[in-house]
């Protein structure tokens, strides 16, 4: 079978991050499509009533239950980062963390998978570039303070948290769970550690023991089933599962995929981490199987121009190959599954399509199959994310697709907490001065709830042609044409009823209307 090169992961210390996942592939065969998911039996309403559940989750053969023996689902979101030279989670550099997990929450997304590096626990590696304004709590604090810290606000908001071991150094992803530099030995010792750490902590309900485990070009790298001890990552997984397991029984252990696996029928190479077709004739054996849950990747054709993509079949050929990779253990009741990463720019209409096809396949409720977006974070150079380029604003298109799967976390988690109040805000528009090549706007924004607006930021699209140059009454900025409006430190919050002035100075005609003016995620009355 024809390889094709695997496109390389970089991580960009303080800067875009580009995390690219795909591997090869032969063209899917198109076949019948079956039923969306088995599990759509819960209505979305009864969904949200169930959350997250209480306590820690186990399976049910392929369904997530929590302690009380509740259905339960996974709709979450990466937020990267700590795998990086950073050390952190991104964006820390311009947004205080609780309000990015409060804006999480309010979204939808109700577990956060959490990547790192093994070097972030060597001694002497500090987390940086994390804005002491913005997060004055975080200063001073090793990388795994750092995580505690928000694990410890995530649980007040019900959410709950998946670490992920993505890479051993935080140089670049590795083909196996290990290195030179950092053995088998190291990635052991690694996982017993935060399984103790985070012991008794219900937000912590699980280890994905290994990012994207591969083959390379040429020979070498990841196998599932080969019987090699050094290559073998099913074997591997299990050695790994099973010391998580003695020292936290309560946690779940997911397993991910590797790329291509002989003998299992076409295709036999699919994307990193995304192939779990090995697992039908050599499963992951565990001291506690209802802890096991498998994981696969998946992205759309801007990410990498996978053959099915380009299949006349398209996208009725999705389904059998979704069937093929992964989803049989799901439909079969052998195991849960996870849909651990997924994204896309939305550059390519075909993507549009892909989204909403997994999106589909998933099914909606608490027994569809749980996900974790790829991501959070704006600066991923393969899929951008929920965030704009701003780490504030929605990009409404992709949440629009993921919204009616979402479940909000309203379980108890590892904190209690009140629901987020509702955003309720208005807004006018008015030019006030203008000239040859440019403007002065106002834009008054009031708040029509009763609860105030707690460091709010206002955005919207710039009219065509349009950008601002200066604002007063708020830090404005504008990057492409997206425009933000931040609270200003002096009054950082906007009371019930309340209304504020801000105002800008623009270059281009005036006679084009701004439009998506937004709160959040949450779109104001105009």
Not at 247 to 275: H, K, M, R, Y
Not at 334 to 352: N, Q, S
Not at 371 to 393: A, M, R, V
Not at 452 to 459: E, I, M, R, T
Request: proline share 6%.
């Amino acid at each position: 079978m024809k390889r094709l090169l695997a496109l390389a992961v970089a991580a960009l210390v303080g800067g875009a991050v580009l995390t690219a996942s795909p591997a090869t592939a032969a063209p899917a065969p198109a076949l019948s499509r079956e039923s969306a998911h088995l599990g759509t039996a819960l209505s979305r309403e009864s969904a949200a009533s169930t959350g997250t559940g209480t306590g820690y989750w186990h399976a049910s053969g392929s369904q997530l239950v929590d302690a009380t023996g509740a259905p339960v689902r996974m709709t979450g979101v990466n937020w990267f980062g700590a795998e990086t030279g950073n050390y952190s989670p991104h964006g820390l550099w311009s947004r205080n963390y609780r309000d990015m997990l409060d804006q999480m929450a309010s979204l939808g997304y109700n577990t956060l998978r959490l990547p790192y590096s093994n070097q972030l626990f060597d001694p002497g590696v500090k987390p940086n570039s994390i804005d002491a304004v913005q997060n004055p709590d975080l200063q001073g604090l090793s990388g795994l303070q750092v995580l505690d810290k928000i694990i410890g606000y995530a649980g007040t908001k019900g959410m709950r948290v998946i670490l992920d071991q993505h890479r051993p150094d935080s140089g670049a992803q590795s083909a196996l769970w290990y290195t030179s530099a950092y053995p088998e030995s190291r990635w052991l010792s690694d996982w017993t550690m935060l399984a103790q750490h985070y012991k008794g902590n219900t937000t912590v309900i699980g280890a994905d023991l290994h990012n994207e485990p591969h083959s390379i070009q040429g020979g070498g790298g990841a196998c599932w089933g080969c019987g090699d001890t050094a290559t073998d990552w099913r074997l591997a997984a299990e050695r790994g599962g099973n010391a998580v397991l003695a020292a936290n029984p309560d946690w779940l252990v997911i397993v991910e995929g590797v790329d291509c696996v002989s003998g299992t029928g076409d295709p036999q190479c699919g994307w990193w981490g995304g192939n779990l077709s090995g697992a039908r004739q050599s499963p992951v054996r565990l001291s506690k199987p209802d802890k096991l849950v498998y994981s696969a990747h998946e992205y759309a054709t801007s990410v990498f121009a996978q053959p099915w993509f380009s299949d006349p079949a398209f996208p009725a050929n999705l389904p059998a190959l979704w069937d093929h990779f992964f989803g049989y253990l799901q439909k079969q009741n052998i195991a849960p599954v996870l849909l651990g990463e997924f994204g896309t720019t939305l550059a390519d209409p075909r993507d549009k399509v892909w989204l909403q096809e997994l999106m589909k396949y998933a099914g909606t409720g608490a027994t569809g199959m749980s996900f974790t977006y790829w991501s959070w974070n704006p600066n991923s150079g393969d899929t951008g994310g929920i965030l704009n380029d701003d780490w504030t604003t929605v990009n409404q298109a992709k949440q629009a697709i993921l919204q009616p799967y979402l479940i909000p976390p309203t379980g108890s988690g590892g904190g209690t907490t009140d629901p987020p109040p509702a955003v309720s805000c208005a807004v006018t528009y008015h030019v006030d001065n203008t000239w040859q090549g440019g403007f002065v706007a106002s834009v008054t924004l009031k708040n029509t709830g009763t609860t105030p607006l707690k460091a709010w930021s206002l955005g919207w699209t710039a009219a065509s042609g349009t950008q601002i140059t200066g604002g007063w009454g708020a830090t404005v900025t504008q990057s492409g044409t997206q425009a933000t409006a931040k609270a200003p430190t002096w009054a950082p919050d906007l009371a019930g009823g309340a209304s504020t002035s801000i105002g800008f100075q623009a270059t281009g005609a005036s006679s084009g209307t701004p439009a998506g003016f937004a709160v959040g995620a949450t779109p104001c009355t105009s």
